[in-house]
């Protein structure tokens, strides 16, 4: 049975190189003993496919996208 995870959180600028580390498992270091890394393959993103995107760049262009000041 499949299941969506979704988390919301307010972040700084500075985390996002850790976070997308974190969400497009870019570490071969895991703290986890029950990870099977041999699944890895089947996982994927809903969104983005297959390309590993940056999270700085995404959310740059987001702000840049929605900004209404002229500042």
């Given at each position: 049975m499949s299941y969506l995870?979704?988390?919301g959180e307010k972040m700084k600028a500075g985390n996002l190189s850790g976070l997308q580390h974190h969400v497009q498992r870019e570490t071969q270091h895991h703290t986890n003993p029950d990870i099977d890394t041999t699944k890895s393959h089947l996982n994927y993103?809903?969104?983005?496919?297959?390309?590993?995107?940056?999270?700085?760049?995404?959310?740059?262009d987001i702000i840049a996208s929605q900004r209404t000041s002229q500042r």
């Open positions: 995870v979704a988390h993103d809903l969104i983005h496919g297959d390309q590993s995107i940056s999270f700085h760049k995404h959310v740059q």
